[in-house]
């Protein structure tokens, strides 16, 4: 068997017994990626083993290293408290601890039973417990890794366990590989002559004529090399670009919106109450900057309060509350594309209209493996004299049958801006899975606007369809960059 001059190189290091990469490469006399780039030629030709040996590390954070200098929350209040005695959380905060740090420290200080709790006029008043504050596992723990990472076997659980709760570690992973001759490359070894066979031509052999008297290294055609990086379309760019197609097939037009709006479009419009749970700063994320909209389309506000206080012109009796405009002119981060459409159809308000809308929406959530705070989501509407709820049906199958999902069910749902109102069910193996939500305008959405036509709309979440196509189990995994994943990913 021919082997390049660096691959003999490094098997006749390999003889001597297993290496790692930088002790090969000083054995051989390469550079290093040299040596890894020959042991990886000598393991596809089964003349060389390549091990690798993964370990998990816990380091800190800048926050944990700052704890590491300052000491945790807990003991610097406990210090603090036994100096100056008694005192409440907010009095903390002017002393010892950050606004952020007084807000945890109370139940640090409970858990740890260094402090008693009373309930006063001005708040939690904290008194020591005791004149010592014995340390736990995780200070101990804290000063080990303020020195750097360290394998995440080599530290003690329950400290680990206490400075997880914080938020202040850092995870990492550190690769040690081991290089090693094969039973077969001790054979190729033992064949090897002491001839150098050259691997390229260079000027100085063309002017020389050097070339004639080297022997070179043969090539062989089945050898089956490494797949090389190749670039290919994010998973979510794909689905959007097919999902633009399919719509665009069935006669839409695309529209886009901003990010930023007023609660008025995002929330009034499309008759969502003022005191709809949904408005809450848990759930919504509003602006400071701005933090507020002119609303200047006078006919448009009078028009939507009047919906929401009596129900206006619509025979609906509306809300029955005072609407705010203050209220209405927050600005927020838009929790949905549907007030891309509703701002559409107030300037587009004769039929026909079919539009759609694909973009990122944001919502106040915790990430977990089925929610996002930030997502993709896709919107369609149509107004059309003719438009009926049997009609919305069948565009909707028909949207998913192109999308590969045949069998498609529907059931009754709520929601406030559409009546009626129902939810989309595909299926998939042999499990019925909600991906997403439709009705018709209600006449407060629509008459507002001057709009007596019927609007079909729906939509759905980009996300939990790429789930669905991709088989995954957690929604974080689209976002994640594992690039093995991204050029198999189909």
Avoid at 150 to 161: A, C, E, F, N, R
């Amino acid at each position: 068997m021919d082997l390049s001059a660096n691959e003999q190189k490094v098997l006749r290091a390999l003889a001597a017994g297993e290496l790692s990469p930088a002790a090969a490469a000083e054995a051989a006399g390469l550079g290093e990626q040299e040596a890894v780039s020959a042991a990886s030629w000598l393991r596809t030709k089964e003349l060389a083993e390549i091990e690798e040996t993964v370990t998990e590390l816990v380091g800190l954070n800048k926050e944990g290293l700052r704890y590491a200098a300052e000491g945790l929350p807990e003991r610097r209040a406990i210090e603090w408290l036994n100096e100056h005695g008694a005192a409440t959380a907010s009095k903390l905060a002017d002393g010892p601890l950050t606004a952020d740090e007084a807000r945890i420290v109370i139940g640090w200080l409970k858990r740890k039973q260094w402090a008693w709790l009373e309930k006063s006029d001005d708040g939690v008043m904290l008194t020591p417990a005791r004149d010592d504050a014995p340390e736990g596992a995780d200070e101990p723990l804290l000063r080990q890794l303020a020195d750097g990472a360290q394998p995440v076997d080599s530290l003690d659980p329950q400290g680990l366990k206490l400075l997880q709760g914080r938020q202040i570690l850092e995870r990492s992973q550190q690769v040690a590989r081991t290089l090693r001759i094969t039973e077969a490359g001790r054979m190729a070894l033992d064949e090897l002559s002491g001839e150098e066979l050259l691997g390229e031509v260079t000027p100085e052999m063309l002017q020389s004529g050097g070339w004639r008297e080297g022997r070179f290294q043969r090539y062989s055609l089945e050898t089956q090399a490494e797949s090389a990086p190749q670039a290919t379309l994010h998973p979510l760019t794909r689905f959007t670009e097919e999902i633009r197609g399919i719509f665009l097939q069935m006669g839409f037009t695309e529209i886009e919106g901003d990010y930023v709006e007023s609660a008025f479009w995002n929330m009034d419009a499309l008759f969502i109450p003022q005191d709809h749970p949904a408005r809450e700063l848990q759930d919504t994320l509003y602006l400071d900057d701005p933090k507020s909209f002119l609303l200047d389309d006078e006919e448009a506000v009078a028009a939507v309060k009047a919906v929401h206080e009596t129900g206006g012109d619509t025979g609906s009796t509306g809300w029955r509350y005072d609407w705010s405009r203050e209220v209405a002119q927050q600005a927020l981060l838009r929790t949905h594309t549907t007030v891309s459409t509703i701002r559409y159809l107030s300037e587009h308000r004769e039929p026909p209209v079919r539009v759609f809308a694909v973009g990122r929406v944001f919502r106040r959530e915790a990430l977990d493996a089925t929610h996002l705070p930030e997502f993709t989501q896709v919107e369609g509407i149509i107004m059309e004299e003719e438009a009926s709820f049997g009609m919305l049906i069948g565009v909707l199958k028909e949207f998913y049958r192109r999308m590969g999902f045949p069998d498609v069910r529907v059931r009754p749902a709520y929601f406030p801006y559409t009546e009626p109102s129902m939810e989309v069910d595909v299926k998939f193996g042999d499990r019925w899975l909600e991906l997403g939500g439709s009705g018709i305008f209600r006449p407060e959405v629509t008459a507002p606007f001057g709009i007596d036509t019927p609007v079909l709309a729906w939509g759905l979440g980009l996300e939990r369809l790429a789930m669905l196509r991709l088989g995954l189990k957690d929604i974080r995994m689209l976002y994640q960059s594992d690039l093995e994943w991204l050029k198999t990913a189909r």
